[in-house]
């Protein structure tokens, strides 16, 4: 016996302890302390699966360590009836019935003296019988706070709704380390680990948890459901079996309720909810991919058994109801869409319900006659609207992109060309500025393979024509046939009596002659083709054969010719508020002024092209402006400048998967690397960038390889440009983006004689011999130098690297060394990608190294391959 009182039980009503980690939600859960510090009734609504009430119970019991606060949870799922909500909340509270009193009444005397937090979980069901005690209890507890968790609003006087979001789910731009913080992935890697003792996510497997949490939409219930098959299946082979996910998430904790045990049982519980009207809307809703506007719904989704003028107030239930987000959209126009998995659920219903094929075909005859009206008047500008509404309409095909593919899916699945064909040549100009060259060809392979004869001449002739300018890469060679799919486009378009299509198949004529280095032909074609547009009163079809006949003149040499018809066409595309051409004017413009030597008209040109591109959102012309700005700045010392231009232009052209575009950017980075002293950086970017550009350099890249031999020495430059040929394109992006923001230690010259120059400058170490913060130090003479460059280039691992590897340990580095993966290497040599990581690690310990890049220069420095 100690002599103290034993602690007092906690109330059988009390929040429980919690059964596992508390992941995600960390802005939410300081959001709603902060709200219940002023509001007295808060509601988190959310659809099933999303962890309301989890969160309800985390902060239950971050309030009652408050001094002097109870908190009370009370529980209505298993509820049926009205009458048992007051009744469950008295036995909770346990709080006796009175005789002749009402028992609302009597727990309201209980809970009146003293502060507390009364949390009733899952309210849906009974929303009135809920609300009518809320109501009641806080008007006679003036101390008394609520806290409910419902799929919808309790619709109270004072209600405070707080839309419970799921956990954050890696973005497409988010590296390893971000997507490793992630909410989703951190929850996915904390239960994974429950269900299988060591398991952890590697950077084999973090691609695929990746795109499995963004696939269940981040959502807990699916997330945490999927993570007990890590058991049986990988994170790859649960995310491959995701288009049966109901099926698939189905083993869930035996002691939670039964619609928390399965995926198919909570949202099951939701749908049971709604009225008949209310999950006809919803099953209609599946039909969209990327969500829908208003104006969508009611076209696609009303008809006889659904009214338009119903279709807002059911749409408004719906969201209520947390089935569907609603989410700001275009220039204040809402968006509706639903997580993947309702969405998923919802289909099911649709098919069950045999609407499918109807309402599908519904919304693809939609898609199509919106992108004919609204896509020709956003980008060819007929009706003649004003910028704000043209961009506005761009913007808005840009979010029903998953929308256009689905209507192009269907069209295919169902053999139907000409639909598919509107859809495509309405599109193309969009694929064409947004860089999805190989997108738009692709679909247009398909529907013209399909050789419908029902397809009419003109929409067979401008298909043709869209597919031909997609061959246009920037960089890449057009395709054999794109003269003759040109010459064919323009013949069917002339007998359909289309002159627009005919006179911009000629433009393309033009350019082929252009890319073959015919010039001179090709200024005849663009001067053929700019008389027609002419007697058309087109201006953009001026415009488009202005711009060839300038770059025309520019291969010629003619630059004063090429300028006066470069301006001529800007002034067109400005009097049209045709932004697209503007800026690629102008951009053209830059280029020809940096030829001419003319810096400060090019920096103006280029400067007056980016915000336009910005605006438009058109990735590879942004990139080729962004580049050229960033060679303009090194060649006017102006290197942080350059480093900003080439960093932006390099992350879209990775983004967008644009080979050439990534190529250009590299040579860039060579220059911006030698300018800043960094001549082994250099060397290495100059040998990535010749392994994308099949052996070649192109560019200045040659020039400056002369001058880092003659800094370098013959040997180590070789060296070097081998390390950079075998980087991957990951890697040298990374060394691009590290190695070339700042130098402040010159490298040293070679000696007179033409052998190895290995030594690099070191990072100084403190006096303790500990590494420096950052990997950089000072001198006293304010100089600094990265130990991590300094460990990219080699120093010290050379002599003790061989010695202190295992055999086994020096045959994985090789395989490292040719780019294999953890799972490449488990492959390669019959053993678990987990085994090879540990290997991977050891080496890296072993050698002082921080990434694979560092021991695939080692391999090849050390010639060891295993």
């Not at 007051?86 to 003296?113: C, H, N, Q, S, W």
């Not at 049986?232 to 996910?245: G, V």
């Not at 919106?370 to 956003?378: L, N, S, Y």
């Not at 070679?750 to 950052?774: K, L, N």
Request: with cysteine; aromatic share 4%; proline share 6%.
């Amino acid at each position: 016996m100690t002599g103290q009182s034993p602690a007092r039980p906690p109330h059988p009503a009390a929040p429980p302890a919690e059964p596992n980690r508390f992941i995600g939600h960390e802005q939410d859960v300081a959001e709603i302390r902060a709200l219940l510090g002023t509001a007295r009734l808060v509601t988190l609504c959310a659809p099933g699966g999303m962890g309301k009430s989890r969160l309800a119970l985390h902060l239950g019991r971050e309030v009652a360590a408050e001094p002097d606060a109870a908190v009370r949870l009370v529980e209505l799922a298993d509820l049926t009836e009205p009458g048992q909500v007051a009744l469950r909340v008295a036995e909770r509270l346990r709080v006796p019935r009175e005789p002749g009193r009402e028992l609302t009444a009597v727990v309201a005397d209980a809970l009146r003296p003293g502060r507390t937090l009364l949390i009733l979980d899952n309210c849906e069901h009974l929303p009135d019988p809920v609300a009518g005690l809320a109501d009641r209890l806080l008007s006679a507890c003036p101390e008394l706070r609520i806290l409910a968790t419902s799929r919808e609003p309790l619709r109270v006087t004072g209600e405070n709704v707080y839309r419970v979001p799921p956990p954050t789910v890696p973005r497409e731009t988010d590296g390893p380390a971000e997507a490793m913080a992630s909410e989703a992935v951190r929850l996915f890697a904390d239960r994974a680990a429950a269900t299988r003792p060591g398991f952890r996510i590697t950077e084999d497997t973090l691609p695929d948890v990746v795109a499995l949490c963004r696939a269940l939409d981040g959502l807990p219930l699916a997330i945490e459901l999927a993570a007990a098959r890590v058991s049986a299946l990988s994170p790859r082979e649960i995310t491959e079996r995701l288009d049966r996910r109901f099926e698939l998430l189905t083993t869930g904790d035996r002691t939670a309720p039964p619609r928390r045990r399965t995926l198919r049982a909570a949202v099951d519980w939701s749908h049971d909810l709604l009225s008949p009207r209310e999950q006809v809307l919803l099953r209609r809703l599946s039909v969209w991919p990327g969500g829908s506007t208003l104006a969508d719904v009611e076209a696609v989704c009303g008809d006889g058994d659904l009214p338009r003028e119903d279709v807002l107030d059911l749409l408004t239930r719906l969201v209520e109801k947390s089935l569907v987000i609603r989410e700001p959209g275009v220039h204040g126009e809402s968006r509706y869409r639903t997580l993947e998995t309702i969405r998923h659920y919802a289909a099911e219903k649709l098919e069950s319900a045999g609407e499918a094929e109807r309402i599908r075909r519904r919304l693809r005859d939609h898609i199509v006659a919106w992108a004919e009206d609204a896509i020709g008047r956003a980008v060819l500008n007929r009706g003649h609207a004003d910028w704000a509404e043209r961009a506005a309409i761009i913007e808005r095909a840009r979010y029903d992109g998953a929308n256009g593919d689905a209507a192009l899916d269907l069209s295919w699945r169902y053999g139907e060309a000409e639909p598919g064909l509107r859809l495509c040549v309405a599109t193309f100009l969009l694929w064409l500025g947004g860089g999805e060259f190989a997108k738009g060809a692709a679909w247009l392979d398909r529907f013209l393979a399909l050789e419908d004869p029902r397809v009419p001449p003109g929409l067979h002739g401008r298909a043709l024509l869209a597919r031909a300018y997609l061959t246009f890469e920037p960089g890449e060679p057009a395709g054999a046939d794109t003269e003759a799919m040109l010459r064919d486009g323009i013949r069917l378009c002339e007998r359909a009596g289309d002159a627009w299509g005919a006179t911009a198949g000629q433009g393309g004529l033009g350019f082929v002659r252009l890319r073959g280095g015919d010039a001179a032909g090709a200024i005849e074609i663009f001067r053929a083709g700019l008389a027609a547009a002419r007697r058309a009163e087109d201006p953009l079809l001026q415009a488009l054969h202005l711009g060839g006949l300038g770059g025309s003149h520019i291969y010629q040499g003619d630059f004063a010719e090429a300028r006066r018809y470069l301006e001529r066409g800007a002034d067109l595309t400005r009097r049209q508020d045709f932004r697209w051409g503007t800026s690629l004017l102008l951009t053209t413009l830059g280029t020809l002024a940096r030829l001419q030597e003319d810096p400060e008209t090019a920096r103006r040109c280029l400067e007056e092209s980016l915000p336009l591109l910005r605006d438009i959102e058109s990735p590879p012309p942004l990139a080729r402006c962004l580049v050229a700005l960033g060679e303009l700045a090194v060649a006017q010392g102006r290197l942080e400048a350059a480093y900003g231009h080439l960093t932006e232009a390099l992350r879209i052209n990775r983004r967008t998967g644009h080979r050439h575009g990534t190529i250009r950017t590299f040579r860039a980075f060579v220059s911006l690397a030698s300018a800043r002293g960094a001549y082994r950086t250099a060397v290495r970017l100059a040998g990535a960038c010749s392994a994308l550009h099949e052996g070649r350099y192109g560019g200045n890249v040659e020039e400056l390889l002369g001058a880092a031999r003659r800094r370098l020495g013959g040997e180590v430059t070789e060296r070097l440009l081998r390390e950079g040929r075998m980087l991957g394109t990951e890697a040298a992006v990374e060394l691009a983006l590290r190695e070339t923001r700042e130098r402040t230690v010159p490298e040293p010259r070679a000696p007179e004689s033409d052998g190895p120059r290995d030594a690099e400058p070191r990072a100084p170490r403190p006096r303790d011999g500990t590494a420096v913060p950052g990997g950089a130090s000072r001198s006293a003479g304010g100089a600094g130098a990265t130990s991590r460059g300094a460990a990219l280039a080699g120093d010290g691992a050379d002599g003790a690297g061989a010695g202190v590897l295992t055999a086994r340990e020096r045959e994985i580095a090789a395989l490292v060394a040719r780019g294999l993966s953890n799972r490449g290497i488990a492959d390669e040599l019959v053993i678990s990608p987990a085994t090879a990581a540990r290997h991977v690690a050891n080496i890296l310990a072993k050698l002082g190294f921080s990434s694979r890049t560092q021991i695939a220069a080692w391999v090849t420095r050390t010639g060891d391959s295993g």
